[in-house]
């Protein structure tokens, strides 16, 4: 079946550093969307990417829809402590289902 | 505007028990789905409600039943549960021809 592959699994990076993360797949889709989620809680909406090629930013993350519609890419610049979580990227399947990367856990030291 | 609302926020249910999870979606949206996370398997699609009907399903036991209200707030329910149901569960709601999906904060459910 169609599957999201998230990479890297963990970081444990200094604070100010950059952060890159991504997600690839076999399939095209059509959406990506990328959510941070903090322990005990809902996965809150970080960036909507619509289009092939396209490049969003919100604050401090920029994320991009990649040209083959198979990955995504999201950069956290200039980290802080509150960067700490476990972000997932999302895409809808050909049967209209939401599925999941397997997440990227960061953690920074302040 | 109010976010998605789960009730409760923590349940703990003995194996063979069954439980009923609530979900308010934000105001103005019909689409309900639901999600489990488990530390092993992630989150996985449960099913997809909108105006009422179930639109998609994802693959968990009939065990795992919801349904949807005129008021487009939804149910989900678990029976005869087992130890393997403890997670978080997660509702999330889309707005009309809206892709992306807002959670709630979820359920705690432990199966003792």
């Known amino acids: 079946g169609q599957q999201l592959n998230q990479s890297p699994q963990s970081m444990f990076i200094q604070e100010g550093e950059d952060v890159s993360m991504n997600c690839t797949s076999s399939s095209i889709f059509n959406t990506w969307l990328w959510y941070k989620q903090e322990p005990g809680e809902g996965p809150v909406l970080l960036i909507a990417?619509?289009?092939?090629?396209e490049l969003t930013s919100n604050g401090r993350l920029t994320a991009q829809f990649g040209i083959t519609r198979k990955d995504s890419f999201l950069n956290i610049s200039a980290s802080i402590p509150s960067d700490v979580g476990i972000y997932f990227c999302a895409a809808y399947n050909q049967g209209g289902k939401l599925i999941f990367g397997q997440g990227t856990e960061l953690s920074v030291k302040p | 505007k109010a976010g998605v609302t789960q009730t409760p926020r923590y349940l703990i249910k003995t194996r063979g028990q069954q439980v009923t999870l609530s979900c308010s979606p934000i105001?103005?949206?019909?689409?309900v789905s639901w999600y489990q996370q488990t530390p092993g398997q992630g989150l996985q699609f449960l099913f997809e409600?909108?105006?009422?009907?179930?639109?998609n399903k994802g693959n968990f036991p009939g065990r795992f039943s919801g349904r949807q209200f005129s008021n487009s707030r939804s149910e989900m329910n678990v029976s005869t549960l087992e130890l393997g149901d403890s997670a978080l569960y997660l509702c999330?709601?889309?707005?009309?021809?809206?892709?992306?999906?807002?959670f709630g904060q979820g359920t705690r459910l432990t199966v003792v």
């Open positions: 105001s103005g949206h019909r689409s």
């Open positions: 999330a709601s889309r707005g009309p021809w809206r892709t992306e999906a807002f």
């Open positions: 990417l619509y289009k092939a090629g």
């Open positions: 409600y909108f105006s009422e009907t179930q639109r």
